[in-house]
C-alpha cells in the first residue's frame, strides 16, 4: 500500500487528487496540503473584480469534498522536503505550517511514497516597490479577495467618472518578466465592458501596460490564424480590438516602482517613462512558493532540485541557448523531478527550461521577457498525468512507464470574455495547437487547423458554460471525469 501526498489544491493539484482517489486500489491514501481552506476558480475572478459575479461564485469549501472522496486534506503550508528521508527514517518527507483554524502554526512531517508538487507561485509583488493591494497602489484579481477589493475600486473610480472627473484606468502587467497576459487582456476589455455600460467610457482614459513587445503575443511568442484562406497574426488581430474598443497600448514595458497615483516604467529603448493613473490592476510576477530540501543528513539539497525561481526542475533540458536553438523537444513530457523517481512537479509548480516568446532586454539591460503561461488547461493535464502515472506505478510496479503531457504537443484554449449576462456579454476566443510552437512540425510553428481567433457572443457563452462546467467537475460531482482538463 502506498501514501501519495499532492502539495497544493489549485488546478493542477485538485484535479490530480480527484483522479487519485478515483483509481487508486482501496488501502492506498492520497493526502492534499494546500495553505487554503477554499478551492477558487480563478479564471472568473476576472467577473469577480469588476462587480459582476460575487466571491461566493468562484469558491467553495476543500474540506468536505475531500472528505466525500476519502482524501485527506491537511489545511497547512508546505516548507521544506525530505526526499531521501530524515536521520529518524529514510521514508521521504515534507514538512508543512498548519493554517487552519486550530492548528495554526502547528508544524508536522507527512511521510509519502509518491509526492506532487503542484504548489503554485508565489504572488512577487515586492519584485516591484509599491506594487499591490497589501502594502502598495495597485489591485490584483490573482485571488477572489483580491478582485473583490478591485471591484471596489474600480466601482469608486466609475463613481467619480459619473461626477465629472476625468480619470486614467491602466490595466497590465507589474514587472518585465510577468506571465499571464492573457488575464490582464481580459481584465482590460471587462473594464471597458463597464464602463460603458456606467454611460462614462467617454471619460476615460484605459490603458493597457504589459511587457509584450507585440500585441497579441500573450507569452506564447504570437500565434497565426488562418481563415478561408488567408493567414493573419494574432497582433494584428488583437490590435484591431484595441483599437476598436480605443483601449491605448503601452507595449515592452517593465514597471520600476509604483507610487501614488505614477507608475514608473522602462521600454525596450531604454527610455524611462511616468504614467498617472487613477486606478490600476497590475498583475505580479511569480516565483516558486519557497520549498527548501534536504538530504538525510540535513545537509541543503534545495539547488539540486528548485531552479533559482523557485520551481522545480523536471525532465526538460535546461541547458543554455539562444532563442534560434530552441526546440519543442526541451520541454519536459512526464514533469518527474531531477533525481527522484518518485516525485512530479505540475502546473506552475515546475520550472521551465526558457521563455517561449522571444525574449528581450531593454538598452539598460532589463530583462523584459513574459514568462510562460502554464495555467487552467494546461495545468490540469499535467496533474493528471502525473497522477496516472502514479496509478500505474502502484498497480503495475516502478518499472510502468510515466504517461506524458508535453506542451509541445497540447493544446490550449483561451476566452477573454467580457460581461456575465446571456445577451450583453462579448468573447475574444482563442484556440492554440501546440502551446509550444514547433516549427519542425509546423511552418508557423502551430496546427493552423487547432488555432483560430474569434470575437463575439458565442465565445462569451463558452465562458459562461466552462464557468459552470468547471466548478462542477472540481466538486468532484456525478460525471466530473468525463470534463476534459
Known amino acids: 500500500m502506498a501514501d501519495v501526498v499532492v502539495l497544493g489544491a489549485g488546478v493542477s493539484g485538485h484535479t490530480a487528487a480527484l483522479h487519485l482517489s478515483r483509481l487508486l486500489p482501496k488501502g492506498n491514501t492520497v493526502t492534499v496540503v494546500s495553505p487554503n481552506a477554499d478551492w477558487n476558480w480563478i479564471p472568473s475572478n476576472i467577473w469577480v473584480g469588476v462587480g459582476k459575479m460575487p466571491a461566493k461564485s468562484v469558491l ?3 474540506e468536505p469534498v475531500y472528505r466525500k472522496k476519502r482524501i485527506r486534506f491537511l489545511q497547512a503550508a508546505a516548507t521544506a522536503i525530505w526526499p531521501q528521508g530524515d536521520d529518524q527514517s529514510g521514508r521521504p518527507s ?8 486550530g492548528r495554526q502554526g502547528e508544524t508536522e512531517r507527512v511521510g509519502y511514497d509518491y509526492l506532487i508538487n503542484a504548489t503554485g507561485p508565489q504572488l512577487r509583488f515586492h519584485m516591484t516597490s509599491g506594487l499591490g493591494p497589501d502594502e502598495g497602489h495597485t489591485v490584483s484579481v490573482c485571488t477572489a479577495s483580491h478582485a473583490v ?7 469608486a473610480t466609475i463613481e467619480r467618472l459619473k461626477a465629472g472627473e476625468p480619470q486614467t484606468l491602466v490595466v497590465g502587467m507589474g514587472h518585465g518578466t510577468c506571465t499571464c497576459e492573457g488575464a490582464a487582456f481580459e481584465y482590460v476589455f471587462n473594464v471597458d465592458h463597464e464602463l460603458r455600460e456606467a454611460g462614462v467610457r467617454d471619460r476615460a482614459q484605459l490603458v493597457y501596460l504589459t511587457n509584450e513587445a507585440a500585441l497579441g503575443d500573450f507569452g506564447v511568442d504570437g500565434m497565426t490564424f488562418e481563415e478561408r484562406g488567408f493567414q493573419t497574426t494574432s497582433e494584428l488581430w488583437t490590435g484591431s480590438l484595441f483599437r476598436e474598443r480605443g483601449v491605448e497600448a503601452i507595449l515592452g514595458a517593465h514597471v520600476n516602482a509604483v507610487e501614488e497615483g505614477v507608475i514608473r516604467y522602462e521600454t525596450l529603448d531604454g527610455e524611462g517613462h511616468t504614467l498617472d493613473f487613477d486606478f490600476a490592476m497590475l498583475l505580479p510576477p511569480f516565483g516558486g512558493v519557497g520549498l527548501t530540501a534536504y538530504d538525510r543528513g540535513g545537509a541543503d539539497i534545495t539547488e539540486e532540485l528548485f531552479a533559482p525561481s ?4 523536471v525532465d526538460a533540458d535546461y541547458t543554455p541557448k539562444p532563442y534560434e536553438e530552441w526546440r519543442a523537444e526541451d520541454w519536459p513530457k512526464t514533469y518527474q523531478a531531477v533525481g527522484y523517481d ?3 512537479a505540475v502546473g506552475i509548480a515546475f520550472a521551465p527550461p526558457h521563455q517561449i516568446s522571444r525574449p528581450r532586454t531593454s538598452a539598460n539591460g532589463t530583462l523584459i521577457a513574459p514568462a510562460p503561461p502554464r495555467t487552467g488547461m494546461p495545468s490540469g493535464v499535467m496533474g493528471k498525468t502525473a497522477a496516472l502515472s502514479i496509478v ?3 498497480k503495475h510496479g516502478s518499472a510502468a512507464p510515466n504517461h506524458e503531457a508535453s506542451m509541445a504537443d497540447m493544446g490550449a484554449a483561451c476566452v477573454a470574455s467580457a460581461g456575465a449576462g446571456l445577451r450583453t456579454g462579448s468573447a475574444a476566443a482563442m484556440t492554440m495547437m501546440p502551446v509550444v510552437p514547433d516549427y519542425s512540425r509546423y511552418p508557423t510553428g502551430r496546427d493552423l487547423k487547432d488555432t483560430r481567433g474569434e470575437i463575439g457572443l458565442g465565445g462569451h457563452w463558452v465562458k459562461l458554460m466552462l464557468h459552470h462546467l468547471f466548478l462542477h467537475k472540481a466538486k468532484g460531482r456525478l460525471g466530473w471525469q468525463f470534463i476534459p482538463e
Open 60 to 62: 467553495f469549501p476543500l
Open 94 to 101: 515534507v514538512d508543512v505550517v498548519h493554517t487552519g483554524s
Open 149 to 155: 477589493e478591485a471591484a471596489e475600486q474600480l466601482k
Open 310 to 313: 523557485g520551481f522545480m526542475k
Open 342 to 344: 518518485n516525485i512530479w
Open 392 to 394: 500505474d506505478r502502484i
